[in-house]
């Protein structure tokens, strides 16, 4: 083997001789369970936000360019495809937002203890869909 | 991953090496600490950014123009833009470095979505700035 990362992948038997460990089974055959969904989904949905920051940037090119400009990229973000996509990006972002403040309460070394974790987990995700409702709640029905 | 049956190591590593766990970049809780930290900015910027998003629904301009205009909201701008990109840089270098594998794919994905996060970064902040001193 040439790569550095096998090395942790060999061990030696009984008899002295170099073999290569067991691998755990891979991740499809694990049940989803809460704690792994909403690792990945954080993992996912920052993805999407950091596709999203070309929405972001868009938005203030156009703004900073003049009306004609602005005013087409206003019509595509208000297309029935365009609020699709921007009601995406506000899960994503409160999502990644619910879940990130669990990830900073365990970098604190709190919240560890599973019912904790999976209340936490399901609080996170509850608390993302209020927020993108009362989001678009706000934005489209208020003044 | 290559599936031999009779493995042997051939690296030229150190035991003690492999026990600290250190590459040759000696580094990494520098980045750790980093993604952290622009997190914790992020809960109020970009809490912030959703309410401005909302005041600013249906602006033209000359709406953007005077709100960016605000010192408050230039400067909440930007470090929102400086805090936001320096977070989506880290951790997508982490997404990519876990899943891209070879050398010379893996460093070239790091610069272009590098090199690609740093000019949105920039045209985002200069656009803010444009519309403050418009």
């Known amino acids: ?3 550095v990362r ?9 008899e002295g001789k170099l073999v290569r460990r067991p691998l755990s089974p891979h991740l499809q055959v694990y049940k989803p369970q809460i704690s792994s969904a909403t690792s990945i989904f954080h993992r996912i949905t920052g993805v999407a936000l950091g596709a999203g920051t070309v929405l972001f940037t868009l ?14 990229v206003q ?28 990830h900073l309460a365990w ?8 019912p904790d974790m999976h209340r936490s987990g399901r609080l996170g995700i509850a608390a993302a869909i209020v927020l993108t409702v009362a989001f678009w709640a706000i934005a489209l029905l208020v003044g | 991953m290559s599936k031999d049956n009779n493995p042997s190591i051939h690296i030229m590593r150190s035991q003690l ?7 040759a970049a000696k580094t990494g809780a520098a980045h750790w600490w980093a993604e952290r930290i622009t997190s914790v900015a992020l809960l109020p910027l970009s809490l912030y950014f959703v309410v401005s998003v909302i005041v ?37 270098q982490v997404v990519i470095e876990d899943y891209v594998r070879e050398d010379t794919k893996r460093i070239f994905t790091l610069l272009v979505v590098k090199g690609g996060i740093a000019i949105l970064a920039l045209a985002s902040a200069i656009s803010v700035l444009k519309l403050a001193f418009s």
């Open chain 1, 1 to 3: 083997m040439k790569d």
């Open chain 1, 6 to 14: 096998e090395a942790l992948m060999v061990g030696r038997n009984s």
């Open chain 1, 59 to 72: 938005w203030l090119v156009s703004a900073a360019a003049g009306d004609d400009a602005f005013s087409v």
């Open chain 1, 75 to 102: 019509a595509i973000f208000a297309s029935w495809i365009g609020l699709l996509v921007l009601f995406g990006f506000t899960f994503a972002l409160f999502y990644h937002f619910c879940n990130g403040i669990r």
């Open chain 1, 107 to 114: 970098d604190a070394g709190k919240g560890f203890e599973l």
């Open chain 2, 17 to 23: 090496g492999r026990v600290r766990g250190l590459g």
């Open chain 2, 56 to 92: 600013l629904r249906g602006a033209d301009h000359a709406a953007m123009a005077s709100y960016m205009g605000e010192p408050w909201n230039t400067v909440l701008f930007l470090a929102l833009i400086a805090t936001l990109f320096s977070h989506l840089s880290m951790g997508l």
